[in-house]
């Protein structure tokens, strides 16, 4: 997706422009992958060699990811695509696998931006990615108890277009929404940009049907229970370390007669936290709640283009003198309850353009980040979550620590996921390309920022582990968790072929 | 707790009375604990080998244990009572029972009503109740991220005093609120009456500090993360298998300004499952939500004595053909919002009256036990969880085996869980006890239940696995789930010194 000529104009100004991009092409080095283990996978499913296709499930979409298909960096690509259809396709492809010792690399929307996808062989000799495109059925729906079993390979809008016809959905919208999958969202732990309505992703499963290289596993039966821990939570967040996710069972809701999105301005971002943590902890914010700090609100405001004049004027005339955009979207949740919290605390409102104009370029992030790079820009994000007494203090660890390690960046942060403790902290990064070493640039960064976001929050609130965050782990964990997930690996996964240097 | 007269008339009229028991004193055997494991212990802690210290940490207090302490079958008595009063002494005293290969049975507040706390000894040749009443502080509180540190020990009326002081509650009571205790709540995925708005206990939870025989262990950071599995859920219900834990992190809410209880009634069971189903799904239960069938109602208000008259006359006028009781609570939810959903149903009113009542008479229950078995009745609770589409169908089932096995007893249910996708059931069970074999009479009923529970639903939604349970736990969690479980138990607690006999 293009960037209009106002925000390129703005991002000249306030940015600084790099310099364009050339394209170089990245081609796919010879498959590893031997003749004999070939043959007894082409016996399971589909399976493909050709170069388009290996180097279609070559990484996600981290900046790094996409510095690597621009010839920066170690493209990983993997040996071969594997294509099952079915849970016991991919049962099998996993025996097979084990029998080869090749290693497998869960693949659906591939929009991990942590490298949560890279195809990484670890001891093994070869590695294919395993494409779950083909698992893609609506298995059953439970209209009694809104329950919907999916298949792991349904994206985004495939699942939602299949619960619509029985009035259900899922109401699981992440900025990934438009190419992730559901065995993606349980593996990664997902939340989505409703989760203060909806809950995350992990919220809504209430069971997980996992192929395991010991077998396979269904695990979750009761809406709640108290047979011993919960293992499903094993499972959710295992980022294809521990099995292939192939089928969720997740609890659905009438699709919302009348959503309404609305935008709101608060003078300043204390303001804008105390409101969010007030709806959050009254139990009243709207299924969408979103906070921006005063970057974010100037970047929004600009992006929007001619309209936006209107807005910054009316903000002058309100004496609004540092306007923090909140943006509050209701779809199932009770609006006069949100409101009603909402007259504790001085708020402008502008109305349900705004809100309409945040809903229609939800998905712009993403969209457009190839279109940053083209112009030269460093684009990437990252986010925590901690709580309310520790939200500022890690706000401002964090852009410190990019302005010391980039220059002069800008930071723009958001919060998108309140809960009664605490909130998540989304971050965006802008700042011309470095033209020597862009990788190096952008790894700097993150060190800081992550120690930053280490010291007071989690590493991550919901883009997951992988390959980039593994460094921070065991802090977070501890020692005996990381003994304790590699206990769980060697129990369901014993000669490691499962996804090898993520997570564990 | 006696009984009162009309109680025991109904009683006799409706179930029958057995032969009054007689108290057979049971007496402890002599501590297998060495002497040097004792004076090791002792270095650490208090110790006690007394025999009424030992014979209080004698099990809990299921129908089974009730008859073990009356001379029915055999008490496990522990070889020793350790008293530590902080994280590091519990974390020592493991240390200790590694070095001379002793078991430890966690003891809490001993409300097991599943043998989670028998003092079995394994392959050990002495076993010591660790007993958490020492380690009983509030640590710290966070009000404005509303999160408090709780230590293991503190019983329910204890923790609630402590927050009390700051404004604060956690909302957390189920029936055995009076002696249980945080660390077990944690342990066992305790559910409180309010859990409809509070959540269960785990809901609560932000993260666990547990002493391992392998290293302490701190899990969980933040109100959310995605940094892989949620190991949290590990510990939560471990049942003193992986580590003791020693403190909990918990969302606290602010002390309920002014709760409110009412009772309503509605024509049959199913009347009252979709009023319950509607309410849960709209959002909008109130905190205590709770339905009881017929059987269930009219106990309650043949218990309530005089007064139910004029309630019985009431229904007669209504016409209600088969009363069915719905008690609401409202604590911190919106009561507006439920009423807007009770409209939608025919529902009778009976005021608040009826629902104070139900507040009060809310830990009669447990209160009530001896007193019945004093009067000859067998007295025991089954419960489960299930979606809403199965409820009636496990109701039933439940309900045929148990007079199956029983001849007639008083099966009674109620719903006092809702969620989205299902609900709990709770049974309550009166039967004359079985002179010959009390214990076989129960033991042969428990099994016809579970296996019809475990066919339909989760084998426990809020009582835990502990040694009565263990038969059921591989039907649900898989093959592959009980060896996860082993794997991380081998992991934790190399030498298996913790709780010996329960869960895995």
Redesign the interface.
Known sequence: MPLPPHALAWLSQRVGLGEPFAEVPVSAPASALSADAFTALEAVCSVSVDAPDRLGRAGGFSYLDLLRRRGHGTLAVPDAVVSPSSHDEVAEVLRVCVEYDVAVVPFGGGTSVVGGVEALRGSKSAVVALDLAGVNRLVSV?P????AVLQAGLTGPEAEKLLREHGFTLGHVPQSFERATIGGFAA????GQASSGYG?F?DMV?SVRVA?P??????G???????????K???????GLFGVITEVSV?V?PVPVSPRYEGFVVDGWESGVALV?DLA?A?APADVTRLSDVDETEVALALAGGKAEVVKKYLRVRRVAAPCLVILGWE???RL?TLKVLRRHKVVRLGRAMGESWLHGRFNGPRQRDALLDAGVCVETLE???????VSELRDAVRQALVAELGNPVVMCHVS?A??????LYFTVLVPRDLADPVAQWEKAKIAASDAISRL?????????GRD?LPW?EK??????V??????K???DPTGILNPGK?V
């Open positions: 439970d009694v108890s809104r329950v990664t732990r997902s939340a995350r992990e209430e395991t010991v077998g396979s596993w269904v695990v039966t009761a809406p709640a229970s108290a047979a011993g821990p919960d293992l939570q094993l499972v959710l967040g295992s980022e609890r809701r943590r902890q139990g199932c949740r009770d309850a925590t979550a901690t709580r309310w007494s520790s996921h809960y009664e403790t605490g909130a998540s929050g989690t590493i991550t609130h919901h883009h997951a582990v965050h782990l977070e964990i501890g020692g005996v968790g003994s304790v997930l590699r206990a769980v060697n129990d369901l997570l």
